[in-house]
């Protein structure tokens, strides 16, 4: 991996997101109930607090717990919750040294179908389906990873320019689009729920 993503809109964090197999799956993870710029940033901050200029998933498996928290709590802090945020990253590194001897891409690498690609990242802890296919999408969109039927798989993610989560954003302007998108998703689902639907 070598491409520059957009997604913390913080130049060294993308860059990091770009070059670090392990950093956007963390990002993704931590990408619920913050800011996304705030989630994507999360893995350079973990980086840098390790000490390292990669992220390494038998290292982060094998710290100590309590540590670990500590590291992801300290100011700024890399979540919202970052004592449950810290369990979740060592549980997804954990599962990744148990199913693909810590190797992030092999999730991803010599995959036959975007079905089966959806369903390995389905199985990471602290992935749903949404969140699997909006991986999924960023995998094809921006990382060059597209097995065969990869857009059907992701579902609505996968539509050729459809701003609606970080697969799509490349910039400011996609992130303006994207933002747009989730308050009309939100606007919407009020609306509805308001006249009892």
Do not use: N
Request: glycine share 8%; with cysteine.
């Amino acid at each position: 991996m070598d491409v520059t993503l957009h997604l913390a809109q913080d130049p060294e964090a993308d860059a990091f997101l770009g070059r670090s197999p392990l950093a956007p799956l963390i990002g993704m993870l931590l990408d619920q109930q913050v800011p996304m710029e705030w989630a994507f940033k999360g893995p350079w901050t973990v980086a840098r607090r390790l000490g390292t200029d990669d992220l390494d998933a038998h290292e982060i498996a094998a710290h100590d717990p309590e540590a670990f928290a500590a590291l992801l709590s300290e100011k700024p802090a890399v979540h919202r919750y970052p004592g449950a945020m810290a369990k979740r990253i060592q549980q997804l590194c954990q599962y990744l040294v148990d199913h693909y001897g810590g190797d992030p891409e092999a999730v991803w690498k010599d995959v036959d179908s975007g079905h089966e690609l959806l369903r390995r990242l389905q199985d990471l802890p602290g992935f749903g389906r949404q969140k699997a296919q909006i991986f999924l999408a960023l995998l094809g969109k921006q990382l060059g990873v597209r097995p065969e039927g990869w857009r059907e798989a992701a579902g609505p993610y996968g539509e050729p320019k459809a701003f609606r989560s970080v697969a799509d954003i490349t910039g400011p302007a996609s992130l303006t689009k994207v933002r747009a998108h989730k308050q009309e998703m939100k606007a919407a689902a009020k609306a509805a729920k308001a006249s009892g639907r």
